[in-house]
């Protein structure tokens, strides 16, 4: 299954990955982006460390490869984080009326989607479907698939979720934070959908090669698309209280529903 073609097109891949990666760096100090996207640039740092180290890996300690590459993967399940929040924090500004009016009840929403992210995670080690009969080296990556397939799956909802409340209150994003979101929910989206492919048959593995890591690249190349000019996301106005009320009563009524329906 890991023939000469794959393993050369992995590697390839990963250089390619690295020197997007060390231009996203470069351009976020060039530009001192890093300043007005602190939590983006540590994400990005960690890429950059995280797959220059699975690389030279990869080229002189191949037998140890997978154990780096699946807990470093594990590693940046957690960290992928940094981008949701910074996302969030750069369309709804911590000064501003929309989020002073609704990010407890957005935090609250994130909360629950990581305990949700936790308890399937934990379903699945426990009480895990049948998966189909796999090679050991396959069978040895189901629980780091599950966690990505969890975690990855709220990661995307959380940043969907943020770009939708943004786009039904009028919030409009620069082409920073939209091509970051746009690239990293698309990238996370179709991880999730890749990983939840295998469990459901071994035939999908050689996808795993190819599909991941290349929708991987495209976000980079994307994120550096998006950062080759400075463009915030513009200053909300809310010059009028009424507005500002009228979007507090919005989300108050939408969150007592979302409370109906959770709990009839």
């Not at 470069?26 to 939590?39: A, H, I, N, Q, T």
């Not at 002189?60 to 924090?89: C, K, M, N, Q």
């Not at 189909?132 to 940043?159: K, N, Q, T, Y």
Request: one cysteine or more.
């Amino acid at each position: 299954m890991y023939t000469t073609t794959v393993m050369v097109l992995s590697i390839g891949i990963c250089v390619t990955a690295v020197l997007l990666e060390l231009s996203a760096v470069l351009l976020l100090l060039r530009k001192s982006l890093w300043r007005e996207y602190p939590f983006f640039f540590v994400y990005t740092i960690w890429l950059l460390v995280g797959n220059t180290a699975v690389l030279f890996v990869d080229l002189w300690s191949p037998h140890v490869y997978a154990t780096v590459f699946w807990y470093g993967d594990s590693a940046d399940i957690g960290l992928r984080l940094l981008v949701v929040w910074e996302v969030f924090r750069q369309t709804f500004p911590k000064n501003s009326g929309l989020s002073r009016s609704f990010s407890k009840g957005l935090g609250i929403v994130a909360v629950g989607l990581l305990i949700v992210a936790c308890v399937t995670f934990w379903g699945y080690l426990n009480y895990g479907l049948p998966s189909p009969p796999a090679p050991s080296r396959v069978a040895s990556w189901r629980p780091h698939l599950a966690l990505d397939r969890s975690f990855g799956f709220v990661e995307a909802l959380m940043i969907l979720g943020t770009l939708v409340v943004a786009r039904y209150y009028g919030v409009k994003c620069g082409r920073n934070i939209r091509g970051i979101a746009l690239a990293f929910g698309a990238w996370a989206s179709i991880s999730t959908a890749n990983n939840a492919m295998i469990d459901l048959a071994n035939s999908f593995v050689p996808l795993f090669y190819y599909l991941r890591p290349l929708s991987f690249v495209i976000m980079l190349v994307v994120w550096i698309w998006a950062l080759w000019v400075y463009e915030p996301n513009p200053p909300i106005r809310e010059s009028e209280a009424v507005e500002l009320n009228r979007w507090t009563e919005d989300w108050n009524r939408t969150i007592s529903t979302a409370r109906t329906l959770i709990r009839p």
